[in-house]
Structures are given as structure tokens and as C-alpha cells.
């Protein structure tokens, strides 16, 4: 059941990110969409899913410091992939404003489906 919600998490948190990146493109079209969605399922399952399991030890609906967990998190991975693409100039990342809206928007999105999903209280602890 567990596995389920990750996977539920996962996929539209997904979904979510692709489409929030493919209106902001301007290019909303079936063959990218699939391929985006497929590359974030990745990138949130190598990176996101392990502060998910992390942060659910103690588990705390819509809580605006594991926004700001994911926010960091996410940020440091965009700013990985923007330095492997361009390692030349490693400080010019920061003047470039989509890292800052992709980094809280899809933190943002990750955060709200891992609330509605797995910040769920076990029963023993609701008694």
C-alpha cells in the first residue's frame, strides 16, 4: 500500500512538473510531453524520492518546512544539471530566473501530492 502512494506521488507530481514546463515553453505537444514526463520520473525517483522517505519518518501534512526541504533539494539539483551544461561559468546559473521557478514550482508540486499521498499518520499514532 505504501509503494502505492510513492508511485501515486511520483507519477503526478510528474505529470504536474511537464505540464507547468510545457505551458511555460509555449510547446505543448504529445511526443515532448511524454518524453518530459518520463525524464522527471526519473530525475523525482533518484532525487526526491529519497528526502520523501526521509522527511515521512516523522510524517506532517502540508508543512511549510518540508516545502522548504524540497525547495532546497530541488534547487540543488537544478543547479547540477545547469553547471553540467554549462561548466564554463558556474556563478552565471544565478542570474538565470527559470532555476528559481522550476526549483519552487516543482518543489511546490512534489510537496502538495506527497501531503495529499503519504503524510499520512499510521493508525497506531492517531489513537
Not at 522527511?55 to 544539471?81: D, E, G, M, Q
Not at 516543482?106 to 499521498?117: E, L, M, Q, R, T
Request: proline share 2%; charged share 10%; glycine share 0%.
Amino acid at each position: 500500500m505504501r509503494v502505492r502512494r510513492y508511485l501515486y506521488t511520483l507519477i503526478l507530481s510528474s505529470l504536474a512538473a511537464t505540464c507547468v514546463y510545457m505551458i511555460n515553453l509555449g510547446y505543448f505537444h504529445y511526443i515532448p510531453l511524454v518524453a518530459v514526463t518520463i525524464i522527471l520520473i526519473i530525475c523525482y525517483a533518484i532525487f526526491a524520492i529519497p528526502v520523501q522517505v526521509f522527511l515521512n519518518r516523522n510524517p506532517k501534512k502540508f508543512n511549510f518546512k518540508y516545502l522548504l526541504i524540497y525547495s532546497f533539494a530541488s534547487f540543488l539539483v537544478w543547479y547540477i544539471f545547469a553547471i553540467t551544461n554549462n561548466a564554463d561559468d558556474v556563478f552565471s546559473v544565478f542570474e538565470n530566473a527559470a532555476i528559481y521557478f522550476y526549483s519552487i514550482t516543482f518543489a511546490a508540486i512534489f510537496w502538495f501530492w506527497d501531503s495529499v499521498f503519504l503524510q499520512i499518520k499510521s493508525n497506531k499514532e492517531k489513537v
